[in-house]
C-alpha cells in the first residue's frame, strides 16, 4: 500500500529534551516536505526537500532540522524543544522534484512540549 | 498579505443544497490548485486539483479557476453530511519550490 508513515503519532515530552520525528514515504517519491498546523494559522511548510541531500526551508524554519540522506526518509529533529513548538505536524511527498504534483500525507503527529 | 487566502466559515449547507468555497492566491505565476478535504484530527486529502482556466468536474466536486483573477473555487453539488469536514485550497509557488495553504474553509452540512 502507498503510504506516508510518521512515527511517534503522539509524543508529550519536555522543554529542551531533543526529539524526532520520522518520516518515511514507499512511493519513491522525489519531493518531501514537513508541515505544522495550528488553529486558526492553517498549514505552514516547515522544510521541504526537493531529492536527496536537497533541504531548504520553508515559512517557520526556526527551532527545527531536518535532513534527507535516502531518498525514502525525511526526519524532522527538534534540537531543543520550547512550548511554542507544541503543534500537529504532517509530512507530505509528492512524485516529482518540484511541488506542482499533489501532495501525500502522514497521518500526523501531535506534539506536546511541557 | 497572504499566500492563500479562504473565508474560514463556518459555512452551513442544507443536505443536497450547492456548497460553494472559495480561495485566492497572490502569486500569479503560480500554474496548478488542490483542494484538500481534512476532517478533524485526520490527514488533509486531495479531492481535486486544476491546472488551466475554467471548470474541471470530478462527480460531485467541480473546481473553477480564474487565473486573471486570481481566485479558485470549490463547488460540491448534493451535499452530503458526510461533506462537513474543512475544505484546504493549496497553491505551489511559481518556482515550484514551495506548498501553501490557505487557513481552511469549515463546512457543515445539516441533514
Known amino acids: 500500500e502507498a503510504q506516508v508513515t510518521q512515527n511517534p503519532r503522539y509524543l508529550i515530552t519536555v522543554t529542551g529534551k531533543k526529539l524526532t520525528v520520522t518520516c518515511s514515504q514507499n512511493m519513491n517519491h522525489e519531493y518531501m516536505s514537513w508541515y505544522r498546523q495550528d488553529p486558526g494559522l492553517g498549514l505552514r511548510q516547515i522544510y521541504y526537500s526537493m531529492n536527496v541531500e536537497v533541504t531548504d526551508k520553508g515559512d517557520v524554519p526556526e527551532g527545527y532540522k531536518v535532513s534527507r540522506k535516502e531518498k525514502r526518509n525525511f526526519p524532522l529533529i527538534l534540537e531543543s524543544p520550547s512550548p511554542n513548538q507544541t503543534s500537529l505536524y504532517f509530512c507530505?511527498?509528492?512524485?516529482?522534484?518540484?511541488?506542482?504534483?499533489?501532495?501525500?500525507f502522514g497521518d500526523g503527529t501531535r506534539l506536546s512540549i511541557l | 498579505q497572504k499566500e492563500v487566502e479562504q473565508n474560514s466559515g463556518p459555512l452551513s449547507v442544507p443536505e443536497g443544497a450547492i456548497a460553494s468555497l472559495n480561495c485566492t492566491y497572490s502569486d500569479r505565476g503560480s500554474q496548478s490548485f488542490f483542494w484538500y478535504r481534512q476532517y478533524s484530527g485526520k490527514s488533509p486529502e486531495l479531492i481535486m486539483f486544476i491546472y488551466s482556466n475554467g471548470d474541471k468536474e470530478d462527480g460531485r466536486f467541480t473546481a473553477q479557476l480564474n487565473k486573471a483573477s486570481q481566485y479558485v473555487s470549490l463547488l460540491i453539488r448534493d451535499s452530503q453530511p458526510s461533506d462537513s469536514a474543512t475544505y484546504l485550497c493549496a497553491v505551489p509557488s511559481s518556482t515550484g519550490n514551495q506548498f501553501y495553504f490557505g487557513t481552511g474553509t469549515s463546512l457543515t452540512v445539516i441533514p
Open positions: 507530505a511527498s509528492s512524485s516529482q522534484p518540484h511541488s506542482n504534483q499533489p501532495q501525500h
